[in-house]
């Protein structure tokens, strides 16, 4: 059975894809709190150890290696979070 949110998914364009998945992460409480984290920094940025630290608090029970690289994977694909890899820097997209 796919539900009305994975009909219009299927059916979209990329970008109409990119925003409904970009939505649908921000109702997440967690992300939610990620996104607030950011916004206390400047820029928007932080570290990856750092992050990787708040992942910790925020999930203490999962493994944050992982989580970080599936929350790089989905934010930079939905446009929400972005991730430089050469200078090992989480932020918040605000590009778009």
Not at 5 to 20: A, F, H, P, W, Y
Not at 26 to 53: A, G, P
Not at 68 to 95: C, K, M, P, S
């Amino acid at each position: 059975v796919i539900e009305v949110l994975g009909e219009k998914l299927s059916r979209s364009r990329i970008n109409t894809k990119k925003s409904v998945i970009k939505e649908q992460m921000q109702k997440i409480k967690w992300i939610q709190h990620i996104i607030e984290h950011l916004k206390t920094k400047d820029n928007y940025l932080t570290t990856r150890e750092q992050f990787l630290q708040k992942l910790s608090e925020l999930n203490p029970d999962e493994n944050s290696e992982q989580t970080f690289d599936t929350l790089v994977n989905w934010g930079r694909y939905a446009e929400l979070f972005g991730y430089n890899d050469d200078t090992q820097i989480f932020y918040l997209d605000q590009g778009k």
